[in-house]
T-cell receptor, first 112, second 114 residues
Framework: EDQVTQSPEALRLQEGESSSLNCSYT??????LFWYRQDPGKGPEFLFT???AGEEKEKERLKATLTKKESFLHITAPKPEDSATYLC?????????????FGQGTILTVHP | EAQVTQNPRYLITVTGKKLTVTCSQN?????MSWYRQDPGLGLRQIYY???????DKGDVPEGYKVSRKEKRNFPLILESPSPNQTSLYFC?????????????FGAGSRLTVL
């Protein structure tokens, strides 16, 4: 069974205080790992796709990295508008081609 | 505007009264999926569809039905809703190429079953 565990559950930062969110996964044959952002009252919004260990993607203050067991979402000098829930998801190989398993999310709050 | 539209956005119903949550996308996407989101449990996949007339179960399909008669529509049917189906539901779609897990989500439908 595919499993995705995100930590911490909640993270409070001061504006400008850099940190990282973790996504650990267990999957039989990773086809892709995905990061989404969800604002209150809205659907998740796509951020990044990572396909293989060692891959990195960047977007503004966010940088996602991938190893064989986990992914990190690094947030550099965050701003209050970065406050949101960040979701990690994995897609496995095999016959379950359309299945996507999400973690529980990390609630990020950035204080001015 | 490219989007996934869900209706209704909010619904309060009673146990056993059949209901349908509609989902429509205007991006010509092949892949569509339904999720429910519950506190502490995250997003869990209910059903997904790789294309018209092709549907498959996700992790929590019990109590739900879906159909994919047209490419743009993927309704979620609760034949006999129960209180444990009270949740926030999201429909999502994506293209069928390598980016097919790059999902575009709808705004969500909050369902309460009394």
């Amino acid at each position: 069974e595919d499993q995705v565990t995100q930590s911490p559950e909640a993270l409070r930062l001061q504006e400008g205080e850099s940190s990282s969110l973790n996504c650990s996964y267990t999957v039989s044959g990773l086809r892709g790992l995905f990061w989404y952002r969800q604002d209150p009252g809205k659907g998740p919004e796509f951020l990044f796709t990572l396909y293989s260990a060692g891959e990195e993607k960047e977007k503004e203050r966010l940088k996602a990295t991938l190893t064989k067991k986990e992914s990190f979402l690094h947030i550099t000098a965050p701003k209050p508008e970065d406050s949101a829930t960040y979701l990690c998801a994995v897609a496995a190989g095999g016959t379950s081609y359309g299945k996507l398993t999400f973690g529980q999310g990390t609630i990020l709050t950035v204080h001015p | 505007e490219a989007q996934v539209t869900q209706n209704p956005r909010y619904l309060i119903t009673v146990t056993g009264k059949k209901l349908t949550v509609t989902c429509s996308q205007n991006m010509n996407h092949e892949y569509m999926s339904w999720y429910r989101q519950d506190p502490g449990l995250g997003l869990r996949q209910i059903y997904y569809s790789m294309n018209v007339e092709v549907t498959d179960k996700g992790d929590v399909p019990e109590g739900y039905k879906v159909s994919r008669k047209e490419k743009r529509n993927f309704p979620l049917i609760l034949e006999s809703p129960s209180p444990n189906q009270t949740s926030l539901y999201f429909c999502a779609s994506s293209p069928s190429d390598r980016n097919y897990n790059v999902l575009t989500f709808g705004a969500g439908s909050r369902l309460t079953v009394l």
